[in-house]
């Protein structure tokens, strides 16, 4: 708990500073970038969370990997090398783009279904989702096949499942009564 609100500390003061610089979007893509870099390398993940590899190590091998990255960015690796944080990045990264996206009003909506979703299908979806939400909506696609068909709709707090596996579970409560 207390590694998610210092989190959202830097991701605050990140934010703070490219606002400050007028380099918010650049830096948004940064956090992109090692969002996408840790969600898609084990080893990176392992590597920012070891308590063996010395922090020296870690900065310039971020400074290496992210060569790229806005001053922001850097800085903040000097920071997270300063304080001994670097196991908090994905989560300063994710945090930032929460950030940055309810400044500019735009709302994540997942959806999931037991296939990829097809554009005809998004299309649907966001005309519907624009009924009760004045937000600009990303549309992110989850499959998980085991809710057979139908999708599960989750924005926020608030969840509308229409999936098969649901109903088929609410008929066999029904049936168990």
């Known amino acids: ?17 490219a606002q400050a610089n ?10 992109t970038s ?5 969600k898609d390398s084990k080893e990176l993940k392992n590597f920012l969370q070891s308590p063996i590899i010395k922090g020296e190590v870690k900065h310039s091998s971020l400074v290496a ?17 300063t ?20 400044l ?16 005809d299908l998004e299309t649907k979806v966001l005309a519907k989702i624009k009924e009760f939400s004045n937000k600009t909506i990303t549309l992110e696609n989850i499959v998980d096949e085991s809710i057979i068909g139908g999708f599960i709709l989750t924005m926020g707090d608030q969840q509308y499942n229409a999936s098969v596996s649901s109903r088929l579970q609410n008929l066999k409560r029904e049936f168990s009564y």
């Not at 001994?84 to 990264?93: D, G, H, M, S």
């Open 1 to 17: 708990m207390a590694g998610t609100r210092a989190a959202i500390r830097y991701a605050k003061a990140i934010l703070d500073i």
């Open 22 to 31: 007028n380099n918010t979007a650049n830096v948004a893509n940064d956090m």
């Open 34 to 38: 090692i969002v996408n870099a840790v």
């Open 65 to 81: 990997i992210f060569a790229e990255a806005q001053k922001e960015t850097k800085s903040l690796f000097e920071l997270l090398l």
């Open 83 to 102: 304080n001994k944080r670097f196991e908090l990045l994905p989560t300063i990264a994710s945090d930032f783009k929460a950030l940055v996206n309810e």
């Open 104 to 119: 500019n009003g735009v709302e994540i909506a997942k959806v999931t279904t037991a296939f990829p979703i097809t554009p």
